[in-house]
Nanobody, 124 residues
Framework: VQLQASGGGLVQAGESLRLSCAAS????????MGWFRQAPGEEREFVAA???????LVSDDVKGRFTVSWDTAKNTVSLQMNSLKPEDTAVYFC???????????????????WGQGTQVTVSS
């Protein structure tokens, strides 16, 4: 199983970006897919997650600005990021898991599969 993230870049504050993450493997059926981010010198933190059944979790830091969606037929999870702020600058990682319950998807330890990360830089 491989996760391939794309869509990062450099934008100005207030602009938008859309990240996508495609999971390879025709038989791979994750229970949930999520996004985390890591700024320089910081811990990797939860951003958002979506379950196969439609459940959604979003961190308080991005609630109302970021939306997570999942095309289960294509095993592709997307993160629409609006009203970006300089503090959103980080490397964004997608992740997938075949286990767990909704409340566990905020924890990076729940996820077995990780993408390579994509850089998002927001200038002020």
């Amino acid at each position: 199983v491989q996760l391939q993230a794309s869509g990062g870049g450099l934008v100005q504050a207030g602009e938008s970006l859309r990240l996508s993450c495609a999971a390879s493997g025709a038989s791979f059926r994750p229970r949930a897919m999520g996004w985390f981010r890591q700024a320089p010198g910081e811990e990797r933190e939860f951003v958002a997650a979506r379950t196969r059944s439609g459940g959604t979790l979003v961190s308080d830091d991005v609630k109302g600005r970021f939306t997570v969606s999942w095309d289960t037929a294509k095993n592709t999870v997307s993160l629409q990021m609006n009203s970006l702020k300089p503090e959103d600058t980080a490397v964004y990682f997608c992740a997938a898991t075949v286990r767990g319950i909704l409340s566990a998807y905020r924890n990076r330890e729940t996820y077995e599969y990780w993408g390579q990360g994509t850089q998002v830089t927001v200038s002020s």
